[in-house]
């Protein structure tokens, strides 16, 4: 069946690192590819998406390449600052049936420090 | 503002007790969904709609019952809680017919069952 698998967290990075959060996905068919975030308190919010193969979604100094060949689409951002700190999520739609699911991967805590 | 709504935003109740969580959007989305969110495991869906009238079982149903008498409505119910749905529940929604349309998500109901 179709699945998501993050890297597990939480990651700690300080102000100005490089952020790469691993996301990889099995699914039949061709499903659209997405990244949410969710800050403490908040419901979660997409960040950034992908419909198809070599697709490169971007949004707020984050991005993600939807790779066929390795079925993964990672989160990067170049220099994270305190305010990234929150819980990211990847996700896959197109489940044939529920058009409008998503499922999601178990999420991933992002702590930046100053 | 688009947006979905949903009340309340904190819930402690008893054992037993009926429940209803409510869930309101105002951007005329066909589709509208349950996910409850517990550590480790991701969002898992709970029920969905893809129109009035029209409701189906997600992943986790046993326990929930849902309605969907009207288009921008979608209430949760729980006839006889009990302390395995102590959960964080988020209700979400989107346009049918895209399969990149994003979820657009409440900002959560936090259940306690004692």
């Known amino acids: 069946g179709n699945s998501v698998t993050q890297m597990e967290g939480p990651v700690t990075l300080s102000e100005e690192a490089f952020l790469t959060i691993n996301c990889t996905y099995t699914?039949?068919?061709?499903?659209?590819l997405f990244w949410y975030v969710q800050y403490p308190g908040e419901g979660l919010q997409l960040l950034l998406k992908a419909t198809k193969a070599d697709d490169k979604g971007s949004n707020k100094g984050f991005e993600a390449t939807y790779r066929k060949e390795t079925t993964s689409f990672h989160l990067e951002k170049g220099s994270v600052q305190v305010s990234d700190s929150a819980v990211y999520f990847c996700?896959?739609?197109?489940?044939?049936?529920?058009?409008?699911?998503?499922?999601f991967g178990q999420g991933t805590t992002l702590q930046v420090k100053p | 503002e688009a947006q979905v709504t949903q009340n309340p935003r904190y819930l402690i109740t008893v054992t037993g007790k009926k429940l209803t969580v409510t869930c309101s959007q105002n951007m005329n989305h066909e589709y509208m969904s349950w996910y409850r969110q517990d550590p480790g495991l991701g969002l898992r869906q709970i029920y969905y709609s893809m129109n009035v009238e029209v409701t189906d079982k997600g992943d986790v149903p046993e326990g929930y019952k849902v309605s969907r008498k009207e288009k921008r409505n979608f209430p949760l119910i729980l006839e006889s809680p009990s302390p395995n749905q102590t959960s964080l529940y988020f209700c979400a929604s989107s346009l049918l017919g895209k399969r990149d349309s994003p979820l657009h998500f409440g900002n959560g109901t936090r259940l306690t069952v004692t």
């Open positions: 996700a896959l739609s197109g489940v044939a049936g529920n058009t409008g699911k998503l499922i």
């Open positions: 699914a039949t068919g061709y499903p659209s």
